[in-house]
């Protein structure tokens, strides 16, 4: 996990129920259950998710929701739209992709950063 400051550590999540990846995904319960509870209340009436912070075992842990955009779509859009020879470097470096196909505003995973209470 890169370390951003000396008691500061950040990294990404994009937990099982969110299957559609270029890696293999890396999450624990707690992140598993906030990207849940997101994903439900996006879906029920398009509520945004907001930033969760949560204490445990003398850690903060803050998860920044992941979402889809504009930008974002010439790597993980249409496989279709995407340029011959983007789709031709991702097949190479990542055989086993699925990322593809989403959609502006899609609820893609966190950013997550755990900090040591002092
Ligand atoms: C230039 C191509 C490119 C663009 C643009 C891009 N990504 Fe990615 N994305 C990748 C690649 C390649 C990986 C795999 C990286 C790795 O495993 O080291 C990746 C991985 C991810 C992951 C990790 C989980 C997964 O599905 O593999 C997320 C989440 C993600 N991207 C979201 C985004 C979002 C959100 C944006 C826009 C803000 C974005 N990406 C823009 C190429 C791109």
Redesign the pocket.
């Known amino acids: 996990m890169p370390t951003c400051s000396s008691n500061a550590a950040l990294s990404?999540t994009?937990p099982s129920p969110?299957p559609?990846?270029?890696?293999p995904t890396r999450a624990d319960g707690l992140s598993e259950s906030i990207l849940q509870d997101w994903q439900t209340a996006m879906t029920a009436d398009g509520t945004a998710p907001e930033p969760a912070v949560n204490h445990e075992d003398g850690l903060t842990i803050v998860h920044h929701p992941?979402?889809?955009?504009t930008?974002?779509?010439?790597?993980?859009g249409d496989p279709a739209s995407i340029a011959p020879e983007?789709a031709q470097k991702?097949a190479q470096?990542?055989p086993a992709?699925?990322?593809t196909g989403f959609a502006v505003g899609e609820l893609?995973?966190a950013f997550r950063v755990v900090f040591e209470q002092e």
Do not use: K, M, N, P
Request: charged fraction near 20%.
């Open positions: 990404q994009t969110f559609r990846s270029r890696r992941i979402l889809l955009q930008g974002c779509l010439a790597c993980h983007v991702i470096l990542y992709d699925t990322a893609r995973g």
